[in-house]
């Protein structure tokens, strides 16, 4: 059962807080946090703090279930940062002229799922001549 959670209009630029989600996405959710803790970047508390909600989501839909519930077991499954609104502002400059800041915005996006058991799939005809014209 996958959980997700979400912040939206944080004053942090989408690049940056890509380069945050980058390093936990695919690890296991307690080791995630983990990393988050220690990481030098600034994007990285409020990247922590979706990844903690997260996990307390999916402990609320296992409570609500009657599922067990292990943390250990949950992995970020997909996290992502999309762009939100920008703020302009005005700077004065040289000889009467203004200079434009952008103020950027993110929406932060984390799933966090419990371990897909490892199946093994069986070979199709058609995927073992994946790429052969004849």
């Known amino acids: 059962m996958e959980a997700k959670a979400q912040a939206r ?31 030098p970047q600034a994007a990285s508390e409020p990247v922590r703090k979706v990844v903690q909600s997260a ?13 067990p519930f292990d943390e250990r077991l949950l992995v970020v499954q997909s996290a992502y940062v999309d762009e939100g609104p920008t703020m302009k502002r005005f700077r004065p400059r040289a000889q009467g002229r203004a200079y434009r800041i952008n103020k ?31």
């Open 9 to 39: 209009y944080i004053r942090v630029t989408p690049m940056k807080a890509r380069r945050v989600v980058d390093l936990i996405r695919g690890k296991q959710a307690v080791q995630a946090l983990a990393v988050l803790e220690f990481a």
């Open 55 to 67: 996990i307390a989501n999916a402990r609320v839909k296992a409570e609500r279930a009657s599922e």
């Open 104 to 134: 950027r915005t993110s929406h932060i996006t984390v799933v966090v799922a419990p371990r897909a058991a490892k199946t093994s799939a069986p070979v199709t005809p058609a995927a073992s001549t994946k790429g052969r014209t004849r």
